[in-house]
């Protein structure tokens, strides 16, 4: 049976722990992290990139025509700038059928459209990003799965603007603790070449303050060895 001064002492060194893992935790830290992490492009904020408006499995992939094309008939501007900036390649109308998915099993809505085939270029590849996600709810009986194939620029680091205390998450199992950080960031025109094509530049969802900066939250986690950096999911708070 547990007594209260054992009860206690268990708190009091807890506390203890806790206070000096938050210590090691500091400004200089997270910005190592940070600027570390995003020289990844899988890392930077998904506002930093541009989505083709096609769902399909990871590029090449044959895609439904009618997702590249405005509703007159024409090739949306983000796509055709993709195209122009040598990011990516489509064969128009190579056929009919399903647009190709990833997941095993999936039964497409959409069994019999004009489709077209699209490449990412060895200059795009650079810059490509694929990415997936579960829905919560259910698609034909089973959780939906959302693709995207993004073009991402790379974004310039302009530092941490504050932390949240570290802290377990109260409600899952996993034992580290997290914090949430918020920073501040942009495109980096320089060592992103297409930004200069305002089709492209505009399908960022960057909204700067006047400074020129963006605000943005993104999760840091430690690990077993008590070492911190970026958590699973890190742009969704897990609390």
């Not at 210590?23 to 940070?34: G, V």
């Not at 989505?51 to 439904?64: G, I, K, Q, S, Y």
């Amino acid at each position: 049976m547990i007594t209260v001064s054992t009860l206690i002492t268990a708190l009091s060194l807890g506390i203890t722990g806790s206070a000096l893992l938050q210590d090691e935790l500091n400004e200089n830290q997270i910005n190592t992290i940070l600027s570390t992490a995003f020289t990844d492009r899988k890392n930077v904020p998904v506002r930093a990139c541009v989505t083709l408006p096609a769902a399909a499995a990871e590029l090449p992939a044959d895609v439904e025509t009618a997702s590249l094309l405005t509703m007159e008939g024409t090739v949306k501007k983000d796509v055709a700038a993709l195209i122009k900036n040598g990011l990516i390649t489509v064969q128009f109308n190579t056929g009919k059928g399903a647009p190709t998915v990833k997941k095993p099993g999936y039964v497409a809505i959409e069994k019999d459209v004009s489709l077209s085939h699209v490449e990412v270029t060895p200059f795009g590849k650079s810059f490509y990003r694929y990415d997936e996600s579960k829905s919560s709810g259910a698609l034909n009986g089973k959780k939906g799965l959302y693709t995207a194939n993004r073009f991402c620029a790379h974004i310039v680091y302009g530092g941490m603007e504050k932390f949240m205390k570290p802290t377990k998450n109260p409600f899952d199992n996993n034992p580290h603790l997290v914090t949430w950080v918020d920073f501040l960031w942009k495109p980096d025109e320089s060592k992103t070449t297409w930004l200069v094509d305002k089709d492209l530049s505009s399908s960022l969802g960057f909204y700067p303050e006047k400074d020129g900066w963006a605000h943005r939250g993104i999760l840091l986690e430690q690990n077993d060895d008590g070492r911190w950096g970026l958590g699973n999911d890190p742009y969704t708070i897990r609390w």
